[in-house]
T-cell receptor, first 116, second 113 residues
């Protein structure tokens, strides 16, 4: 059974700092990995999706990397801002999951606080 | 804006009452999902639907029923609400295009007293 772990559970940094959030998974047979952001009391917003054949994806100040063989992904946030404060979740899609129907396995998230 | 719409956003029920959570997506996605999110437990899959007319149980289906009314709509019903069902419920959808992944609704916060 796939298990996804995110460490640390919470992280507090000063504004302007570069930071890395970690995600590890136990079964390397994945199709892709997706990073989400969740603001308090809100739904999940997709940030980046990395296919199993890719090493990284970038969007603005965000860069996500994937090392499938070691079961790890990182989300790098450059020049953090107070508006980046949120919970960040990663989720993996199983390898043998063609088509549109597939079940993601989620980590429990990292609560990020960026202090002004 | 295109996406996943959930109603209601908030609901308080008494133990034993019933209610239906509604979810609709306008992205022409085939698959839809219902999750619950609880502190310390993360997101847990309740039911999912691969296509119109089909539904399957997820990790925590007990106490819930679902209906895939058409391609757009996927509802979740609590027949006899219990305090253990106090949670935040999220609906999501996915398409064949692997580059898009899941799209989530904004959630329904349900309290059962």
């Amino acid at each position: 059974k796939q298990e996804v772990t995110q460490i640390p559970a919470a992280l507090s940094v000063p504004e302007g700092e570069n930071l890395v959030l970690n995600c590890s998974f136990t079964d390397s047979a994945i199709y892709n990995l997706q990073w989400f952001r969740q603001d308090p009391g809100k739904g999940l917003t997709s940030l980046l999706l990395i296919q199993s054949s890719q090493r990284e994806q970038t969007s603005g100040r965000l860069n996500a990397s994937l090392d499938k063989s070691s079961g790890r992904s990182t989300l790098y946030i450059a020049a953090s801002q107070p508006g980046d404060s949120a919970t960040y979740l990663c989720a993996v899609r199983p390898q043998n999951s063609g088509g549109s129907n597939y079940k993601l396995t989620f980590g429990k998230g990292t609560l990020l606080t960026v202090n002004p | 804006n295109a996406g996943v719409t959930q109603t209601p956003k908030f609901q308080v029920l008494k133990t034993g009452q019933s209610m239906t959570l509604q979810c609709a997506q306008d992205m022409n996605h085939n698959s839809m999902y219902w999750y619950r999110q609880d502190p310390g437990m993360g997101l847990r899959l309740i039911y999912y639907s691969a296509s119109e007319g089909t539904t399957d149980k997820g990790e925590v289906p007990n106490g819930y029923n679902v209906s895939r009314l058409n391609k757009r709509e996927f509802s979740l019903r609590l027949e006899s609400a219990a305090p253990s069902q106090t949670s935040v419920y999220f609906c999501a959808s996915s398409s064949d295009a692997s580059v898009r992944g899941y799209t989530f609704g904004s959630g329904t916060r349900l309290t059962v007293v």
